[in-house]
């Protein structure tokens, strides 16, 4: 499973960006797509999941402010985010969690990672 990720940049304070991550995959059933984020100096916190069923969960930090939504038919997630702050700066890695056709067990990949930067 490849991941590509893509829509990160720079950003004043109140603004909106775009992220979408496709996945290139071979056997592989996607169960949950997702956002995670690491900012210098702290630990990769969950942003936003979306699972299979369509069903959402996100950080505390975020909520009501960025939204995932997922393409099936092309294996990509998005993340939607809006009234942006400073303390939102970081990179931005997808996830894909799923199995293999006749496996059971859950395998994790990461995308390479995309710079949001959110300037005050």
């Known amino acids: 499973v490849q991941l590509q990720a893509s829509g990160g940049g720079l950003v004043q304070a109140g603004g909106s960006l775009r992220l979408s991550c496709a996945a290139s995959?071979?056997?592989?059933?996607?169960?949950?797509m997702g956002w995670y984020r690491q900012a210098p100096g702290k630990q990769r916190e969950l942003v936003a999941i979306?699972?299979?069923?369509?069903?959402?969960k996100y950080a505390e930090s975020v909520e009501g402010r960025f939204f995932i939504s997922r393409d099936y038919a092309k294996d990509t997630v998005y993340l939607q985010m809006n009234s942006l702050k400073p303390e939102d700066t970081a990179v931005y890695y997808c996830?894909?969690?799923?199995?293999?056709?006749?496996?059971?067990?859950?395998?994790?990949?990461w995308g390479q990672g995309t710079q949001v930067t959110v300037s005050s």
């Open positions: 979306i699972t299979d069923g369509g069903s959402t």
């Open positions: 996830n894909v969690e799923g199995t293999y056709y006749g496996r059971t067990y859950v395998r994790t990949y």
């Open positions: 995959r071979s056997r592989f059933k996607i169960n949950d």
